[in-house]
């Protein structure tokens, strides 16, 4: 819980950070900002005096997890900011997002143990509010920027702080997706001219590969076992309803008694609360509606190669687990690149961009 002094800010915790839609290419006409898309957390930071917290996508503090951050930003000469950016943890010449993840645990002995082990740093791409308590998020990114470059150059400690670059050229930002690797998970496309729109997808996106985050909506146990076979997948559609569009069956056998251990505990219809598994097709079979239903509270991310019918046509790729994000930020969005395109031209003629 933010604490009375974080509450007053300008800009105060429970914000819900600007996002992004998927579109298949970057953005041709002018007055776009190109920053990567780091592979980390995305974290929302704010400091009032002492008081310092670190606020996930998800809306949940951080905080505890990432001690090594909040001290950082706890001795910074700015007593007072708000700022958005990405948690990453470097390992070799990548970064690590199972390293992330292992954070995420009850015990704090593990956390200051890895905290010093395999310590995170923040990178920053926005600024919300400056060291004088105002509130930029009607301010233009061009403004924005200048601030927070300012803001960077102003802190005494960089190793646990880092500044993420940007282009206005174009063909460096396709060079950045093609050069692509580890650290990177695509590039942001933002309007250099655009106030920050929190909870709005007021960014474009370019993914290196088709990926979805979709919500565990149930399972079903391996032919002959009691041991996690396949994870049914789910996404929420306009009316707030959780619809199966697939499943994924890339579960390593180390890996199946925790997961099911984790399942079974979470068992409780009705799992999907719109298209569910099992209805009526000529593909049924009486193996097809034997499956147990889950409350959503497992989200993961897939690599999915077509959709077809608001379903994925094939089988998907366990990528990993994301406990930083909300099961309902997990909507259709993600698999509707036509719609995508749609919104783009809305966007345009709008007036959004030059």
């Known amino acids: 819980m933010a604490a009375d002094s974080l509450k007053l800010l300008a800009v105060p915790p429970g914000l819900e950070p600007m996002e992004a839609k998927l579109v298949t290419e970057l953005p041709e006409n002018s007055g776009w900002q190109f920053e990567p898309k780091w592979d980390g957390f995305r974290c929302l930071a704010y400091r ?14 951080l905080a505890r997890y990432f001690p090594e951050i ?16 990405e948690l990453a943890i470097p390992i070799g010449d990548t970064l690590s997002f199972d390293a ?6 009850p015990a704090e002995s593990r956390i200051a143990r890895l905290a010093v082990k395999t310590p995170a740093f923040l990178i920053l791409f926005d600024l919300l509010m400056d060291a004088t308590g105002k509130s930029l998020i009607d301010a233009p990114l061009k403004t924005r920027r200048v601030v927070l470059e300012g803001f960077y150059n102003a802190a005494d400690e960089k190793k646990c702080l880092k500044l993420s670059p940007y282009t206005r050229d174009r063909d460096k930002a396709e060079r950045w997706l093609d050069d692509a690797r580890g650290a990177l998970d695509g590039v942001v496309a933002k309007r250099i001219d655009g106030a920050y729109l929190p909870g709005e997808r007021a960014m474009l996106k370019v993914k290196r590969l088709r ?33 199966h569009v697939g499943f994924t069956a890339t579960i390593t056998n180390a890996e199946r008694p925790a997961l099911t251990k984790t399942l079974q505990a979470l068992i409780a219809p009705p799992g999907f609360t719109g298209k569910a598994p099992g209805g009526p097709s000529r593909w049924s079979t009486e193996r097809s509606g034997e499956w147990e ?13 077509h959709v077809t019918g608001d ?22 969005e993600q698999i509707a690149p036509e719609a995508v395109a749609e919104n783009f031209k809305f966007l345009l003629r709008s007036g959004h961009c030059d």
């Open 48 to 61: 009032a005096g002492k008081e310092v917290d670190l606020q996930a996508k998800s809306g949940k503090t």
């Open 70 to 85: 909040v001290a950082m930003l706890a001795g910074l000469p700015q007593r007072t900011f708000v700022v958005d950016g």
């Open 100 to 105: 992330l993840q292992m954070r995420i645990h």
């Open 211 to 243: 990926t979805a985050d979709c919500v565990v909506g149930g399972f079903r146990y391996a032919s002959g076992t009691r041991k996690v076979g396949s994870l049914l997948l789910g996404l929420y559609d306009e009316d707030g309803k959780l619809n």
């Open 293 to 305: 239903p889950l409350k959503p509270k497992i989200v993961v991310e897939v690599r999915y190669d």
């Open 311 to 332: 379903r994925f046509r094939h089988g998907t790729k366990l990528l990993r687990f994301r406990p930083d994000k909300a099961p309902r930020q997990c909507t259709f």
